[in-house]
């Protein structure tokens, strides 16, 4: 953002918005918007809690659980499929299904199937976070240049020095942006999860304040998800620009 | 100068140690007839140049040498075993360079040797004597897209020299680099040839470039694609780099192939 001829720092546009959200809170005119500079003093005093740090502690492991599984599962997938005409052609249609399925309404049948714990957000995590992953990995490897299969195969790489040595590295920008955005839907996911299955980690503290008018409290969990996101988000972000270089040279 | 029939060649040329032999060799693409009975011989450490039309089987007939290509009927033989895939007795240098942009020069040039499973120390040495060889000393540590087109093809040539194949197999490999650099490296090419004993099989679209590098030049043509002569420059090969372009028998070879290959550029 520029003022008086003059760049400011990045996000600088957000002091504009907090200033404002000062006021109106300040203006009482409704309980649900408490000042800012009272959330943030429940923040601080929030995150010294127990059961914030249990709900945080919990949210984490789900979190990094599916994104894990996501990963590990979704980018040699979407390598094969990129790769092998006939896994493409079994598993695409349900690629496409499931990443433009609304995905909250599975949630309630994971919950019969697989209990009311964190075993189904890491589930509904996972489903979130798979499919686009899936679909970079693949649109990843189908762009490799033809010229550099060939070479691997010209100096004989095995099909495992392949895909970890050519195909993984020349699919990685695409792979990368896939992550991100599909850790910004597993953060989605992951929320999700814990509001419908509602009695574990931040699902809980959510309902508990929601439905007690802890306003102050609701908005500093909020500000605290909202932050996390965006710095994870943030940080895949500057990994993607690392590889970048190379992006245009394939 | 001599040419030669191709239906006669072997009766004319019978001592001929061929390191790679095309035998009848017919490629279709669908229905495209891309090649059809093909058959030529590679001449063990002379440089053979493919030269003809857009579209007459050149990368097709180099790709099927290399193995990266099934070929439809006939066979291929190099060093007189039958080629049924890549191997390690042949080395491609591509058009494109097709380096890997995320490593560094030497990791690149030693890239063949690290698929063949050649320990670390041992192939930077190797890759390091052949990236002195072509002229990239002191960018050992620069990636692909700090260096120009032409010292990115010296990355290729300097892998494919380092797995140390018999025969180099070069896709118009200094199509993508300007002018002068091309000039250089068709002088270094001579010299790479004369040092090296390799077989190159090299496929041009230059008419001089092709004569002022080549042994022996393949001029192929299409509809049906045939090997439709085989020139063989005999009298300026020893006069010096410098002197080759000014040669009777060298301008003479430019004029005659390209009196048979202009009814075929539209
Ligand atoms: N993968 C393919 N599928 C179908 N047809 C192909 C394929 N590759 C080549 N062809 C056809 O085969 C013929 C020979 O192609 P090839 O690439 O070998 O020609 P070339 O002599 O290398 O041409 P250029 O000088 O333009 O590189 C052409 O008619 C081309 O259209
Ligand atoms: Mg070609």
Redesign the interface.
């Known amino acids: 953002m520029m003022l008086f001829g003059r760049k400011l720092p990045a996000m600088s546009s957000l002091l504009v918005w907090a200033a404002l959200w000062e006021v109106v809170g300040r203006m009482d005119l409704t309980f649900f918007v408490p000042p800012i500079s009272a959330v943030f003093v429940t923040l601080f005093g929030l995150i010294q809690t127990t059961p914030f740090q249990n709900a945080l502690g919990t949210t984490a492991y789900a979190f990094f659980l599916g994104v894990g599984f996501a990963i590990v599962i979704g980018i040699p997938v979407g390598i094969l499929m990129g790769k092998t005409r006939f896994l493409d052609e079994l598993l695409l249609p349900w690629v496409n299904i499931f990443i433009s399925a609304p995905l909250t309404a599975l949630v309630p049948v994971l919950m019969v199937l697989f209990g009311f714990g964190t075993k189904t957000i890491v589930i509904t995590t996972t489903l979130f976070a798979i499919w686009i992953i899936i679909l970079n990995a693949r649109a990843g490897v189908m762009q490799i240049n033809r010229s550099m299969v060939e070479m691997g195969r010209s100096f004989g790489a095995s099909p495992l020095d392949a895909f970890f040595k050519i195909y993984l590295w020349a699919a990685l920008p695409e792979i990368l942006g896939g992550v991100r955005i599909g850790i910004i839907r597993a953060v989605k996911g992951v929320i999700i999860g814990q509001l419908l299955v509602s009695i574990v980690g931040f699902g809980a503290l959510f309902e508990l304040y929601s439905s007690n008018f802890l306003m102050k409290e609701f908005w500093a969990v909020l500000i605290v998800l909202f932050g996390l996101a965006f710095t994870i988000s943030e940080f895949l972000g500057y990994l993607e620009r690392k590889v970048s270089f190379y992006a245009s040279a394939r | 100068m001599s040419q030669i029939n191709p239906a006669t060649l072997a009766d004319a040329r019978p001592a001929l140690d061929s390191a790679v032999s095309v035998r009848n060799v017919s490629k279709n693409y669908g229905d495209v007839q891309a090649l059809k009975n093909l058959s030529l011989e590679f001449p063990r450490g002379e440089l053979t140049s493919l030269l003809g039309p857009s579209g007459c089987g050149k990368t097709t007939l180099l790709?099927i040498i290399?193995?990266?290509l099934p070929q439809s009927a006939g066979q291929i033989e190099v060093d007189g075993k039958t080629v049924t895939g890549?191997?390690?007795d042949?080395?491609?240098v591509?058009?494109?360079f097709?380096l890997?942009?995320?490593a560094n020069v030497l990791r690149n040039v030693a890239?063949?040797l690290?698929?063949?499973g050649v320990a670390k120390s041992e192939r930077e040495a190797i890759a390091e004597k052949y990236i002195r060889e072509v002229g990239l000393a002191g960018f050992e540590k620069k990636?692909?897209?700090q260096l120009s087109g032409g010292m990115r093809q010296r990355v290729g040539l300097a892998r494919a020299l380092s797995?140390d194949a018999q025969v180099l197999l070069l896709d118009e490999p200094f199509s993508a680099v300007d002018e002068q650099t091309r000039r250089k490296f068709q002088e270094d090419l001579l010299a790479l040839v004369a040092n090296e004993k390799k077989t190159f099989i090299f496929v041009t679209h230059s008419i001089e470039e092709a004569v002022y590098v080549s042994d022996q030049i393949a001029i192929l043509l299409p509809r049906p694609s045939r090997v439709s002569e085989i020139i063989r420059p005999t009298s300026f090969r020893g006069k010096g780099v410098d002197n080759i372009r000014r040669d009777p028998e060298y301008l003479d070879i430019v004029d005659e192939i390209w009196a048979s290959l202009r009814s075929y550029v539209e």
Do not use: N
């Open positions: 790709k290399a193995g990266l890549p191997g390690p042949r080395a491609f591509f058009q494109d097709a890997l942009p995320w890239f063949g690290e698929l063949r990636f692909p897209h797995v």
